[in-house]
């Protein structure tokens, strides 16, 4: 009998993210700069007479369990590959906000791939994997990534980008969700609303932060937060305005920096440093404006095999 085999991931935040028109195809061009942070989905991979999925933690209610779930399809999709029957039992223990802006269903895509590769002995390489990562999801070559990197095209095209240290985040959880074509289609809606216009040919090319790369490379927090950006943010707040306050709770307890991580509705608190960071969770915990607060640093690397 094989032994199981457990992957772990973690989640991102984008320190940037800049939204080019709507290309023909539906998805936007991104200059979009993923920090991977330290909360984890780990993904047990055991073997099984067919595909099978359990999920536990706080969030478990919300994730799908049938093959829509992105761990599944990436099983089938490594399985389809090779040749093989996706015969597995996955099991995943979620600790990243669902729907959250956090990129954990891409965190368990990832880390399915990894530990199905290993259990089923499919020796698939890291192009390969990354190639089925990106035709599966735009955020999910970077869970595997990890680290920081810069996504270009709908975010799948990575470069890795050098830091200088660790940052230091904040996390509030919101109540329920945000769906993420919904705030890209806000974000084309309020720019068709403004009289810019949507389109690729309407909006420029987005392009990385020279400010941005330069905070991230010196590992200075306080030119990071002068630096961090989000064009999708005016959308989640216009779709969930509640989150003004939440951002307000945050900047008020003196985050240096306060986002909507992503497509939200998960905001982003930069900290100067741990004892910041406490402070800052305090605050927005006593604000009543989340759900729950979470404290945890990155850069961290991108997914892993656990005992490897
Ligand atoms: C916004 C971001 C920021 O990193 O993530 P979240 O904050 O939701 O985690 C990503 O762009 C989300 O990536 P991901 O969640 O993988 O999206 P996909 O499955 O590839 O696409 C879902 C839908 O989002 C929209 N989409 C996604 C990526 C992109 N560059 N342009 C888009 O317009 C499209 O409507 C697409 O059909
Ligand atoms: N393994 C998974 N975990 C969470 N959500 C999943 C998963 N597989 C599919 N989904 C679907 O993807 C949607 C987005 O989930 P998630 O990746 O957590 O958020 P986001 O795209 O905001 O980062 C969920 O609402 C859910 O329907």
Known sequence: MTRPVTARVPAKVNVQLAVGGLRPDGFHDLANVFLAVGLHDEVTATPADS?????EGADAGQVPLDRTNLAARAASALAERHGIAPDVHLHIAKDIPVAGGMAGGSADAAGALLACDALWGTKATRAELLEICADLGSDIPFSLVGGVALGRGRGELLTPL???GTFHWVFAVADGGLSTPAVYRECDRLREA?????????VPEPEPSEALLDALRTGDATA?????????????????????????????????????????PTCAFLAKDTEAAQAVAGALTASGTCRTVRITSGPVPGARLVGA
Do not use: Y
């Open 162 to 164: 050098e830091t200088g």
């Open 224 to 264: 990071l937060a002068a630096a961090v950006s989000n064009d999708l943010q005016p959308a989640a707040l216009s779709l969930r305005p509640a989150l003004a306050d939440t951002l307000r709770a945050g900047a008020d307890a003196g985050a240096l920096a306060s986002l909507v991580s992503g497509s939200g």
């Open 51 to 55: 595909l099978r999925l359990t999920v």
């Open 194 to 202: 403004s009289g810019a216009g949507a389109s690729a040919a309407d």
